[in-house]
């Protein structure tokens, strides 16, 4: 195994892609985020496929994953923890054996698509925010517990193009555990925090949006939020030469959630009447925004979430999540995942599949969807690729089937 040393890594450890991670840095696990620290600590080699938690060849492998699937009336690809190329192959697998498909992250990426399919919204891209953003409103979360160099890489550069990055003004609404440290200026000015548990946004969030809009409130307090202070909010957001409005759809966790992204979004919209405001999703992790992004162009609909109940056979793949597996009780499941991946209970075929940006070359889209950045082996290993073993699996059961 040997570390590439002829370019900078795009760092796949989260959504922001962080593009400035150095070989010699990967060397010595120097790093100022511990996601990528994790990510590139991971040790993916000498371990090889299982069939029934028994050593296996990967041809033995891929015959026990396509002898499963061929038996299976109703299999579901699942986690689906990768990068454009394995989502590519990943829906080809699922036409091909009329599998239904769904990511780890889908039921906390349907939050944004319902509001995006049902009202649209007006967003803008991590550039534009390093560049213009004068107010920064955090809805709900602290961003850094998903994407801990945000503040480094966004909010506190050396220079933008439209704005002082120093006198940028950071506010937090509600969330809870929020870590608002980062949110501290250069010259040390504190953000404001306006505190109010995640559970009671919904109703919060309704009134923000509402005297944005100049309508009557008469109440004097929301969930233990003084009006006033709301009203104050709203006026900072309205002066605002490009205010944003940022959001974690995993931070969201309570019912109907995606009513309360909505009415975000529409304070947006309610800004742009009079002034500038864009929203921005952060998070992303698992491959998720690539892998919805693929399996959207590729069948016309947006990943659902998983039906474990009406499936029979799970193919699951979690590169970017080795601990992560299907609920207890799941059978047969088929693993084409990380080496290092982490079993309560042996599956019932395991094959080994290069991890993007660290066993193997890969493609990812940043979190905001604006741009796909190359994933370059950051170790490379000589295990095969999920599309190299998706297309094996492929070519057995097209043998099986002829």
Known sequence: ??????????????????????????????????????????????????????????????????????????????????DVHGARALVRLAQHTGAAMTHINASSTLRNMKVLQHRGWQTTTLTE?????????????????HNTRFFERVVWVDEAMFTEPAARQIIYLGGDQLNTQPGVSPDGRAPEVIACA??????VVAILRALVMDKPVTATT??????????????????????TLVWVSKDLHYDHAELTIENITETVVALNQKSRAMGLSMGGSDGDTSVNYAHTWLNGVIIDAPDWE????????????????????????????????????APAVFIPVATPGLDCNGQQFRVDGSVTLPLTAAKPTDLPTLTQVVALIEAQLQGDLA
């Open 310 to 345: 009406g499936h029979d056979a799970v193919v699951w793949v979690n590169s970017y999540s080795p601990q992560a597996m299907p609920p207890a009780g799941t059978q047969p499941v088929i693993v084409l995942g990380a080496p290092d991946s982490i079993f309560e209970s």
């Open 129 to 145: 925010v390093r560049n213009r953003a004068d107010v920064i409103l955090m809805i709900g979360t602290d961003v850094v517990s």
């Open 1 to 82: 195994m040997t570390i590439q040393q002829d370019s900078m890594h795009a760092c796949p450890a989260c959504g922001l892609l962080c593009d400035d991670i150095s070989a010699d840095a990967i060397a010595r696990q120097q790093f100022s985020c511990g996601k990528a620290a994790k990510f590139y600590a991971r040790v993916t080699t000498g371990v090889s496929p299982q069939v029934a938690g028994q050593p296996a060849s990967l041809a033995e492998a891929v015959r026990a994953a396509a002898a499963a699937l061929k038996q299976a009336a109703a299999p579901l690809v699942a986690g689906s923890s990768t």
């Open 222 to 243: 929301v969930a233990g939020v003084a009006v006033s202070t709301l009203k104050t909010l709203a006026a900072t957001l309205k002066a605002a030469k490009y205010a």
């Open 198 to 203: 995640s559970e009671h946004l919904p109703e």
